[in-house]
């Protein structure tokens, strides 16, 4: 049997603010405990298990709607949340590709500036001010 939790004791051992967990409860998230008439509300060990599992899937680039949605399919599932992941990943590779064409661009603005010393203005600014054209 686990050891009746309150709120306080649960977010320290998630590793987060009560007011984290109170939003998670808000956004349905995690169930938020009747009150007893007198007392604090008990949470009970897999609070802290689902607000972890919360965490592990933000750091993975999942957002609260997503992980809402990994929360409803559940154990059993595992060809629903295979395609989620699977479509997460194809989403973070489109990222990566948006930053790899930006880094390239100024990098060509920084050889540019750099090899333009005389210039009477900045590669970078009159590309940013679109007066390089």
Request: net charge neutral; aromatic share 4%; hydrophobic share 35%.
């Amino acid at each position: 049997m686990t050891r009746p939790l309150t709120i306080g004791q649960v977010a320290r051992a998630a590793g987060v603010n009560v007011e984290t967990v109170r939003y998670y409860q808000r956004v349905g998230l995690v169930t938020e405990p009747p009150k007893p008439a007198s007392g604090f509300r008990i949470y009970s060990s897999e609070t802290i298990d689902r607000i972890n599992f919360i965490k592990r899937a933000q750091q993975l680039g999942f957002n609260l709607k997503e992980i809402s949605e990994l929360l409803d399919l559940g154990e059993g599932r595992c060809a629903d949340v295979r395609t989620r992941a699977e479509e997460k990943r194809a989403h973070i590779d489109s990222q990566i590709a948006d930053l790899q064409r930006l880094r390239e661009t100024l990098d060509s603005l920084i050889r540019a500036c750099s090899t333009e010393h005389g210039a009477a203005q900045c590669p970078i600014v009159e590309t940013l001010s679109g007066s390089d054209a």
